[in-house]
């Protein structure tokens, strides 16, 4: 675990909020040099607090008004392997996260959809079909909001 001073929690807030920033604006704005902000996060992506890379999607003005978490039960668990009902799930492009859980599901599901029609419609054609489920419990998010954690 890395150690972390208060400019470098402001630096990680910082990015959290908008990755794109150079580190000349980034300095700017903790009253650093652009060397010395670069030189924090390029100690910060050493150390991993950094994940990949990625793209956060507007999933709306894509078409996918409709996003929904699934709680899935297992029917069996002898019967169907762990890696058999991941591999499945992981195919189906409307699942955006799978979680293996503790606690009433065996699995946590981030499903996005079009709208409820098309969200009933991967529901029975896919997720209900898949190797080993048993119950399925649906939640629809109504609102979001991404926070930046605990620094």
Same mark, same amino acid.
């Given at each position: ?68 978490? #699934? ?10 392997? &762990?890696? /058999? %009902? @991941? +591999?499945?799930? $992981? ?12 606690? #009433? ?10 709208? &409820?029609? /098309? %969200? @009933? +419609?991967?529901? $029975? ?27």
């Amino acid at each position: 675990m890395i150690e972390l001073d208060d400019i470098d929690r402001q630096l990680v807030l910082a990015l959290c909020k908008d990755a794109t920033q150079s580190a000349g604006a980034l300095g700017r704005e903790l009253g650093l040099s652009q060397p010395a902000t670069w030189r924090r996060i390029k100690r910060l992506k050493d150390a991993g607090v950094f994940g990949p890379r990625r793209v956060d999607l507007n999933l709306e003005a894509l078409g996918f008004g409709v996003t929904v978490f #699934l709680g899935v039960k297992l029917a069996t668990k002898g019967r169907v392997s &762990l890696e /058999d %009902f @991941e +591999r499945a799930v $992981r195919a189906i492009p409307e699942v955006q996260t799978v979680q293996h859980v503790l606690g #009433l599901f065996d699995y946590r599901l981030r499903v996005v959809a079009q709208d &409820l029609p /098309d %969200f @009933e +419609r991967v529901l $029975r054609r896919r997720i209900m079909t898949l190797p080993g489920v048993g119950n399925v419990e649906a939640n629809v998010v109504l609102s979001e909001e991404l926070l930046p954690g605990p620094l």
